[in-house]
């Protein structure tokens, strides 16, 4: 009878060996798959700061364009625990020529006329009229007695391509305009760029509608006034990125923004200019 040596089976070194390779497998794949999702995750990072950057600086930019003239104000400041730099502006809710205004010498007067500013008119009583407002100043400043640049409307009515103005109190203008142009306004809005003196860290908040006020007010006075805060952008890494000109022959006021970002060891940078046309 014949003996066959059976083959079925591994044998201990055959186990091992393939253990080994298994667990070189694992750690491998393992690997690469978590180097993958880190650089999903940081990609990701980057282009959530990046999409954050240009929608601040997008709406900024827009805002600037279609403030009042003489408007913009900057100013820097802190409180001790934080440090902060803001832009200051008005933004027009309508503009449109006047037809007859009481302007200096004339006699003060409670009326006014002007052109309908649009098919639906987004004149209403509580806003200001501004008159060729030149300075922040005449802007922000209330009149002193009857005569400025600036009256509030206690009433708005529209007839045939008119608007019928109603002033809050007798007044007159300072001066005319050159184009015989008025604009029409109601609260303040600013952009703070705020830095934790503690941390480091720097962020863009937005507050709007508040009042105007004389004196260009800190964060936390905008937010006493009764403003909106809102987080813009994060990860900046430029504290002070403003800086704001005057007047010239070609424009009212020019921004220079100089804003950096730093997230996940990758920096980049914004070099920028914003106007604000001259239009007297």
């Known amino acids: 009878m014949r003996q066959f040596k059976s083959s079925l089976g591994f044998t201990l070194v055959e186990m091992v060996t393939v253990i080994i390779i298994l667990g070189v497998l694992v750690v491998g794949v393992s690997s690469f798959i978590i180097f993958g999702t880190r650089i999903f995750v940081e990609s990701s990072a980057v282009d959530q700061v990046m999409a954050e950057s240009r929608f601040a600086l997008e709406r900024m930019t827009r805002d600037v364009r279609q403030s009042l003239p003489g408007s913009l104000r900057l100013a820097s400041g802190s ?6 730099q803001c832009l200051e502006l008005v933004p027009v809710v309508s503009s449109s020529s006047y037809i007859a205004l009481p302007v ?41 007695g009857d005569t400025g640049k600036r009256v509030a409307l206690q009433d708005v009515s529209v007839s045939a391509n008119e608007l019928n103005l109603t002033f809050a109190s007798a007044f007159r203008f300072v001066e005319a305009s050159p184009r015989q142009r008025v604009y029409f306004a109601t609260t ?26 004389a004196t260009q007010a800190s964060p ?7 403003a909106t805060e809102s987080l813009m952008a994060r990860h900046i890494t430029t504290a002070s990125p403003l800086s704001l000109y005057g007047a010239t022959l070609l424009n009212n006021a020019m921004v220079q923004l100089d804003l950096g970002f730093n997230v996940n060891g990758q920096v980049f940078s914004y070099q920028h200019q914003m106007q604000v046309i001259n239009v007297p």
């Not at 008119?121 to 806003?127: D, K």
């Not at 952009?191 to 860290?201: E, M, N, P, R």
């Not at 936390?220 to 009764?226: E, I, V």
């Open 220 to 226: 936390a006075d905008m937010l006493s006034q009764g």
């Open 104 to 144: 200096f010498p004339d006699p003060v007067a409670t009326t006014g006329t002007a052109l309908l500013d649009s098919g639906s008119s987004r004149v209403a009583s509580g806003q200001w009229l501004f008159v060729y407002p030149l300075t922040a100043d005449e802007v922000y400043q209330a009149a002193a």
């Open 79 to 84: 409180d001790g625990s934080r440090s902060w």
């Open 188 to 213: 303040a809005l600013s952009y703070c760029f705020i830095q934790t003196l503690a941390s480091g860290d720097i962020s863009l908040w937005h507050y709007s509608n508040f009042p105007l006020l």
